[in-house]
């Protein structure tokens, strides 16, 4: 693998289309910063709408070439299988790219990567599951099935927080399938995902399965979503960029699978024990600075241990290591984007003219060592209230708003009352009060006792603003396959031909 940390730092990183690392149109770079320095450390390609058209050329003949096209099943799961192990054999790498990519701690990178390749596993004996039926019909002279066939060629677009672990699961089950994909990686961290598609070479996948344009949004993306010949478009990130995709993507006709955002509510009863409920909503919200879509950013708590657990979860909180990602001891690294900073601090701003209680945080952190990235103190927001921007909107940052509530009834309205769906999270020791929760929270995901625990074998996705479609599971493999039905008529005999045949 070449694209390596020691190969990125000053040089320059082109696109990668049908199967070979390649220049963009315009020569044009930009540079990708390193969020501990605010400093740039590579340059990426800006590819622009006749870079795109290469490399959805690329994958709709590879797509339709039958080395790729009439490979087996089984065939396509060996592939997936060889790629598990490179991803295996490079996690180490790929973990310190992401990290200085996104900022991210590299204990956190390490554990991703490290379970990545079970998920290749996972897909590649998903390649020859995917079966179709035979259908019972009012007509016994009639032979009836539906088949399952891939789509073609699938448009990416993935975020910049956890950008293969969010991409595995996408990705892995269209290979499996038999689509072709164009990539297009966040322009914040785009290092792995070209890493990523050296490997699939390597593994044996023809060129041009897989390519990666890079690139903003307004140019590369755009230009990638208004494609007439992409058959499904994926796409994680913001509900207000995942509108302006839906809206291109329907000029053409084309569905979509979006996760988008979330604005999680975590709810704590006095049932519980304080420290392990605390702990989870450390988890929730502070791991990985918060920039993650199930955040578990609002925190309701029963009246009667209200006080208790905020000072709780206070002095938790003070434990919390802010410092560089690389290094063992950090807890929180720094924020992704720059642009964060200002964000988080108009957003708390706002909340305390509003009567919420910043108790702790709500700031850069004054570390002398810290001072040139962009780092922001973990923060938890007391008596907050639903109605305060910060509360109805995401923040994609280490911010936590904790009110109390005195009925469950009420508890579920403070929930739900949100135009985001995507979890959600409870702490009881009341089996039946939580199965209650599950049953009529407005959300895609239930933790009980638990939050950010994720499987590649179980569907998820979101509901209302945070987007449709499920990945996961075997259900994924349906949303990137398409139904066809057959009828064979064996009768021998002349029709009407003036007459729908329904019996």
């Given at each position: 693998?070449?694209?390596?940390?020691?190969?990125?730092?000053?040089?320059?990183?082109?696109?990668?289309?049908?199967?070979?690392?390649?220049?963009?149109a315009s020569?044009t770079?930009?540079?990708?910063?390193?969020?501990?320095?605010g400093q740039?450390?590579?340059?990426?390609?800006?590819?622009?709408?006749?870079?795109?058209?290469?490399?959805?050329?690329?994958?709709?003949?590879?797509?339709?070439?039958?080395?790729?096209?009439?490979?087996?099943?089984?065939?396509?799961?060996?592939?997936?299988?060889?790629?598990?192990?490179?991803?295996?054999?490079?996690?180490?790498?790929?973990?310190?790219?992401e990290?200085?990519?996104?900022?991210?701690l590299?204990?956190?990178?390490?554990?991703?990567?490290?379970?990545?390749?079970?998920?290749?596993?996972?897909?590649?004996?998903?390649?020859?599951?995917?079966?179709?039926?035979?259908i019972?019909?009012?007509?016994?002279?009639?032979?009836?099935?539906?088949?399952?066939?891939?789509?073609?060629?699938?448009?990416?677009i993935?975020?910049?927080?956890?950008?293969?672990?969010?991409?595995?699961?996408?990705?892995?089950?269209?290979?499996?399938?038999?689509n072709?994909?164009?990539?297009k990686?966040?322009?914040?961290?785009?290092?792995?995902?070209l890493?990523?598609?050296?490997?699939?070479?390597?593994?044996?996948?023809?060129?041009?399965?897989?390519?990666?344009?890079?690139?903003?949004?307004?140019?590369?993306?755009?230009?990638l979503?208004?494609?007439?010949?992409?058959?499904?478009?994926?796409?994680?990130?913001?509900?207000?960029?995942g509108?302006?995709?839906?809206?291109?993507?329907?000029?053409?006709?084309?569905?979509?699978?979006?996760?988008?955002?979330?604005?999680?509510p975590?709810?704590?009863?006095?049932?519980?024990?304080?420290?392990?409920?605390?702990?989870g909503?450390?988890?929730?919200?502070?791991?990985?600075?918060?920039?993650?879509?199930?955040?578990?950013?609002?925190?309701?708590?029963?009246?009667?241990?209200y006080?208790?657990?905020?000072?709780?979860?206070?002095?938790?909180t003070?434990?919390?290591?802010?410092?560089?990602?690389?290094?063992?001891?950090?807890?929180?690294?720094?924020?992704?984007?720059?642009?964060?900073?200002?964000?988080?601090?108009?957003?708390?701003?706002?909340?305390?003219?509003?009567?919420?209680?910043?108790?702790?945080?709500?700031?850069?952190?004054?570390?002398?060592?810290?001072?040139?990235?962009?780092?922001?103190?973990?923060?938890?927001?007391?008596?907050?209230?639903?109605?305060?921007?910060?509360?109805?909107d995401?923040?994609f940052?280490?911010v936590?708003?904790?009110?109390?509530f005195?009925?469950?009834?009420?508890?579920?309205?403070?929930a739900?009352?949100?135009?985001?769906?995507?979890?959600?999270?409870?702490?009881?020791?009341?089996?039946?009060?939580?199965?209650?929760f599950?049953?009529?929270?407005?959300?895609?995901?239930?933790?009980?006792?638990?939050?950010?625990?994720?499987a590649?074998?179980?569907?998820?996705?979101?509901?209302?603003?945070?987007?449709?479609?499920?990945?996961?599971g075997?259900?994924?493999m349906?949303?990137?396959?398409?139904?066809?039905?057959?009828?064979?008529?064996?009768?021998g005999?002349?029709?009407?031909?003036?007459?729908?045949?329904?019996r």
């Amino acid at each position: 693998m070449k694209t390596t940390v020691s190969a990125l730092e000053g040089n320059r990183l082109n696109l990668f289309i049908d199967g070979r690392f390649v220049a963009p149109a315009s020569e044009t770079y930009v540079d990708s910063f390193d969020p501990t320095t605010g400093q740039p450390w590579y340059q990426f390609a800006q590819a622009d709408s006749g870079d795109v058209a290469r490399a959805v050329d690329s994958a709709h003949k590879t797509f339709n070439d039958p080395h790729w096209r009439n490979m087996t099943p089984t065939a396509r799961g060996k592939l997936l299988y060889r790629l598990a192990q490179l991803v295996a054999e490079h996690a180490e790498e790929l973990a310190l790219l992401e990290t200085r990519d996104n900022g991210k701690l590299l204990r956190e990178m390490r554990a991703q990567m490290s379970a990545l390749p079970d998920a290749y596993i996972y897909f590649a004996g998903m390649a020859d599951k995917l079966q179709g039926e035979v259908i019972p019909v009012n007509k016994l002279n009639q032979l009836n099935y539906s088949s399952r066939e891939p789509l073609g060629v699938v448009g990416m677009i993935t975020p910049w927080n956890s950008p293969l672990m969010l991409l595995t699961g996408t990705l892995a089950p269209c290979l499996a399938i038999g689509n072709t994909v164009v990539i297009k990686p966040s322009e914040h961290a785009s290092a792995s995902t070209l890493a990523l598609a050296e490997l699939i070479i390597e593994a044996g996948f023809p060129a041009g399965v897989v390519n990666v344009v890079t690139g903003n949004g307004a140019i590369t993306g755009d230009a990638l979503t208004r494609h007439p010949d992409i058959a499904k478009y994926v796409f994680t990130g913001s509900t207000e960029t995942g509108r302006r995709i839906a809206g291109n993507a329907a000029n053409n006709l084309v569905p979509c699978q979006m996760e988008l955002g979330g604005k999680s509510p975590h709810v704590v009863f006095a049932d519980v024990d304080i420290d392990t409920a605390v702990n989870g909503v450390v988890s929730g919200i502070f791991a990985a600075a918060g920039q993650s879509c199930v955040a578990g950013s609002r925190c309701f708590v029963e009246a009667p241990i209200y006080d208790r657990f905020v000072e709780a979860l206070v002095a938790r909180t003070q434990q919390i290591t802010v410092g560089h990602p690389m290094e063992e001891h950090t807890d929180i690294g720094p924020l992704a984007l720059q642009a964060q900073l200002q964000k988080l601090e108009g957003y708390i701003a706002s909340g305390a003219n509003l009567g919420a209680q910043i108790a702790v945080g709500g700031k850069r952190p004054n570390a002398a060592n810290l001072s040139e990235g962009w780092y922001f103190e973990p923060t938890v927001m007391a008596n907050a209230s639903n109605d305060m921007p910060f509360m109805r909107d995401e923040l994609f940052g280490p911010v936590v708003g904790v009110m109390p509530f005195t009925t469950e009834e009420q508890m579920l309205s403070l929930a739900n009352d949100t135009h985001y769906g995507l979890a959600s999270g409870i702490w009881t020791q009341n089996i039946d009060r939580a199965m209650r929760f599950a049953n009529r929270i407005d959300a895609g995901t239930v933790w009980i006792n638990t939050y950010r625990s994720s499987a590649y074998m179980s569907a998820n996705g979101g509901f209302k603003h945070s987007g449709y479609g499920r990945r996961g599971g075997f259900d994924v493999m349906r949303e990137f396959s398409r139904a066809k039905n057959v009828v064979i008529d064996y009768s021998g005999e002349m029709q009407d031909p003036f007459v729908i045949r329904l019996r």
